[in-house]
């Protein structure tokens, strides 16, 4: 067993059964995702942050354990010790003190750590604070909004074995536990080892293994079905924080997990990275990423949620570091500005890249903007578009005309109308999905009615002429008009070939 340095293994019960019981605790107590939200009265256990602290005190200062535990985990404020031994009994306030969770302050206990109930779950990080007092270098950082966003698109079918790089505080890991045989949380942060360690037996899942490394070392020689990384991605000239900062040029840390996960993958597996990446001076970034894929033998699809210039991007971030140090933000600004001058770094993208394995046929590359939104879990959409875009690949204009198409139940066409002589007239439509990659379009007329005679039924190419014949159109000259837009109708979702069934 590791050294008990505290900042090296800050949490540990001292006995195997103390886990169980601390669950029966909160569980007891009420501190979990439901019981938290209906206690501050919040739709998520995450509103909290926003919620101002005079409010907060007034709702959990009614003497009862589940108060006590809102204050010490969620809003880092004191109890007395009174206090905290009734919200923990029957277990002992020293266990959770020894384990690390609490800490003695004179008259009060303190959280030493954050602790959230998410989902099914209590996830176990360190206190923002913690950076503002000088203790980052091993900063284990919360459940941010770029975890929820891969955790929301994750392909959640079953798994194998499973890696989650860089885990941090392992949730990804713990989420993927109930659809993968075994789950690899691997990070080169120690203290993000044994906090994820920690939080995995908390939680009762015993087939979750937490292990130290850079990057692929801890599994070398091991295949995967599915690997999920939010890496310290942020393309920054530092290396104080190791959450963020990787330590490498530019986006290099992103590049080299695509160039080496196909080593990793069983036939067939997918890699999903949540990430950023640099904009160059004189080249698309679509053509730069593109070359990071060539001979890895994986499709890969680059799907872009934002961007920012280079100045936005690293006030954005500076500030994320230094928000009560504003003396020091100029200095670092300039600093962070030559470091992209010098690199030639004009923007920055984030967004999802997903890979997969595939030794048979050519592979493919897509690079473009994402939707606007996910509308609930989006993995198996995503896997979902994957298998349209070996559709696509395989049928081209001469054989999609001879594919039967229908329309995904989870399309929907939108229109607004304003009043005219008689009744209405539509003044705009458009397309929208309402479930996973919630992609929208304009449908004119043409579109609309195309696609409503979609019913699979019969052929595209007989459909396509009746529309041709009813507008007067040229039907050679229709006719590739159409299949333009139906082949990014078909990479979107909104049309469905045959033998494709929509996710439920």
């Known amino acids: 067993m590791p050294d008990r340095n505290r900042t090296e293994w800050p949490l540990e019960f001292a006995q195997p ?10 569980d007891g107590a009420g501190f979990t995702d439901r019981g938290v939200a209906e206690a501050l009265g919040l739709e998520s256990v995450r509103e909290a942050a926003a919620m101002p602290m005079p409010h907060l005190l007034r709702l959990t200062g009614r003497g009862r354990p589940l108060g006590a535990l809102i204050r010490l985990f969620l809003m880092g404020v004191a109890v007395s010790p009174n206090d905290a031994s009734k919200a923990l009994a029957p277990m002992a306030l020293e266990a959770w003190i020894d384990a690390g969770l609490l800490e003695a302050d004179g008259e009060v206990v303190r959280g030493a750590v954050q602790l959230l109930p998410l ?3 209590r996830v176990a990080f360190d206190l923002p604070q913690k950076i503002r007092q000088g203790r980052s270098a091993n900063y284990v950082m919360g459940v941010g909004s770029s975890t929820l966003t891969l955790a929301n698109a994750t392909i959640r079918r079953h798994s194998r074995r499973t890696l989650d790089l860089g885990t941090g505080c392992g949730l990804l890991a713990f989420l993927a536990a109930p659809h993968s045989r075994h789950v690899a949380a691997v990070d080169r942060n120690r203290r993000a080892v044994n906090m994820a360690a920690f939080n995995a037996r908390l939680n009762g ?5 937490a292990r130290e490394g850079d990057l692929f070392e801890p599994v070398s020689g091991e295949r995967f079905d599915l690997v999920v990384s939010n890496p310290p991605f942020v393309v920054s000239p530092e290396s104080h924080f190791i959450y963020r900062d990787s330590g490498m040029k530019g986006d290099e840390i992103t590049r080299k997990i695509v160039r080496q996960v196909p080593g990793f993958l069983e036939e067939g597996g997918f890699c999903q990275v949540l990430c950023n990446w640099a904009h160059v001076a004189g080249q698309p970034w679509q053509q730069r990423l593109a070359a990071w894929f060539e001979g890895t033998g994986c499709d890969a699809w680059a799907m872009r949620s934002d961007t920012l210039d280079a100045p936005q991007y690293a006030a954005k971030w500076i500030k994320h570091t230094e928000r009560d140090e504003d003396r020091q933000f100029d200095r670092r600004f300039d600093e962070w500005m030559a470091y992209y001058d010098r690199q ?8 999802l890249i997903t890979l997969r394995r595939r030794s048979i046929g050519a592979a493919w590359f897509r690079a473009d903007d994402g939707p606007p939104k996910m509308l609930g879990p989006a993995g198996e959409a995503i896997a979902r578009a994957f298998g349209l875009r070996d559709f696509l690949a ?9 594919q039967r198409l229908q329309i995904s139940p989870e399309a929907r066409l939108v229109q607004r109308a304003k009043p ?6 539509i003044e705009h439509s458009h397309l929208e999905m309402t479930r996973g990659l919630a992609y929208t379009g304009d449908a004119d007329p043409y579109v609309a009615a195309l696609i409503g005679r979609c019913d699979g039924t019969r052929p595209l190419a007989d459909l396509i002429a009746e529309l041709a014949s009813a507008t007067n159109e040229d039907p050679a000259k229709f006719t590739p008009a159409c299949l333009r837009i139906v082949r990014r109708l078909i990479e979107c979702g909104f049309l469905l070939p045959e033998g494709f069934a929509d996710p439920g």
């Open 119 to 121: 989902k099914d779950l």
């Open 344 to 351: 030639r770094i004009e923007a920055v993208s984030g967004g």
């Open 420 to 425: 005219h002589a008689g009744g209405w007239a």
């Open 394 to 402: 395989s049928h081209g204009d001469e054989s999609l005309p001879a």
């Open 205 to 209: 899942l015993e087939n979750v293994e």
């Open 17 to 26: 059964s103390d886990y169980a019981r601390a669950r029966r605790v909160l």
